[in-house]
């Protein structure tokens, strides 16, 4: 199994959306895939129609010792659902020891390999504990960034936390992109200056359908195959699977 994580600094980027409609695009290729929610603002839970009933069998529970199955969304797809509860983690799990490899214990015990070609994991914005746990477990880092001016901020101060702890960027995708915006264009194009292959060729547009199919609780795939989101997703996560493989 190969862990992929979806992370930045800045919130609002798009992180749960790419987490959430990767991780269905490779089940579509018949890989058998499980989604982590480490965001206690719970977003990918909330995209799967998994919000309720989170008593039991979420991350947080992970943190406490329990031992946590992952619920199959669909085929090949599962998740391990979020919680609010992770919002207090630095403060409630800062003392357990080994804190940052609280995830790949459980990685282990759960013996997720044996059952998952693909761990997603979908991070908050910060670098805290929950995030950090990502780190370690984590073969590809993918950055998610939207279009906008603040984002480059995010990108930058990430890019140094990560380069301070011997992490490193597999890929950049941008997201929220308006093609009809001389604004983002330039965006693009800097980046990729400033980046070069590092910035995915596919960018992910401003798409209703994305946006509609999250709060049907489901993938664009499934609400939308053909659209314009559900194309350049799965686009996208053709040039992801290069790097994988």
């Given at each position: 199994m190969?862990?992929i994580?979806?992370?930045n600094f800045k ?5 749960s ?9 490779l ?7 499980c ?8 977003n990918?839970?909330?995209a ?5 009933n989170?008593d039991s069998?979420?991350i947080?529970?992970i943190?406490?010792?329990?031992q946590?199955e992952?619920i ?6 599962s998740l391990i659902?979020g919680?609010i509860?992770l919002?207090v983690s630095d403060?409630?799990?800062g003392?357990?020891?080994k ?9 282990k015990?759960?013996?997720l ?7 997603v994991?979908?991070?908050?914005p910060?670098l805290?504990?929950?995030?950090q ?6 073969d590809?880092?993918?950055v998610?960034?939207?279009c906008?001016y603040f984002?480059?901020y995010?990108l930058t101060?990430f890019?140094?936390?990560l380069?301070?702890n011997?992490y ?6 941008c ?19 400033n980046?070069?292959?590092?910035v995915?060729?596919?960018?992910i547009?401003?798409?209703?359908s994305?946006?509609e199919s999250q709060?049907m609780g489901t993938?664009?795939?499934?609400y939308?195959p053909k659209?314009?989101g ?15 493989q």
């Amino acid at each position: 199994m190969e862990v992929i994580t979806l992370a930045n600094f800045k919130g609002g980027v798009g992180k749960s959306t790419t987490a959430h409609n990767v991780a269905a695009a490779l089940a579509l290729k018949g890989k058998k895939v499980c989604m982590g929610d480490l965001d206690p603002q719970c977003n990918l839970t909330m995209a799967c129609g998994q919000i309720d009933n989170l008593d039991s069998g979420t991350i947080e529970a992970i943190f406490s010792g329990d031992q946590v199955e992952p619920i199959q969304i669909k085929k090949n797809l599962s998740l391990i659902r979020g919680d609010i509860r992770l919002a207090v983690s630095d403060m409630q799990f800062g003392g357990l020891m080994k804190r940052e490899h609280v995830l790949e214990k459980f990685i282990k015990k759960a013996k997720l390999k044996e059952s998952f070609d693909y761990l997603v994991l979908d991070c908050p914005p910060y670098l805290g504990l929950l995030t950090q746990n990502a780190m370690v477990v984590s073969d590809y880092l993918f950055v998610p960034i939207d279009c906008e001016y603040f984002s480059t901020y995010g990108l930058t101060f990430f890019r140094q936390f990560l380069n301070e702890n011997d992490y490193e960027i597999d890929g950049i995708i941008c997201t929220k992109h308006d093609r009809r915006l001389t604004l983002h264009n330039d965006f693009v194009e800097t980046l990729r200056e400033n980046y070069g292959e590092l910035v995915f060729k596919n960018t992910i547009p401003k798409n209703v359908s994305i946006s509609e199919s999250q709060a049907m609780g489901t993938d664009v795939f499934e609400y939308a195959p053909k659209s314009a989101g559900a194309k350049t997703y799965k686009a996208l996560t053709k040039e992801i699977t290069t790097i994988l493989q």
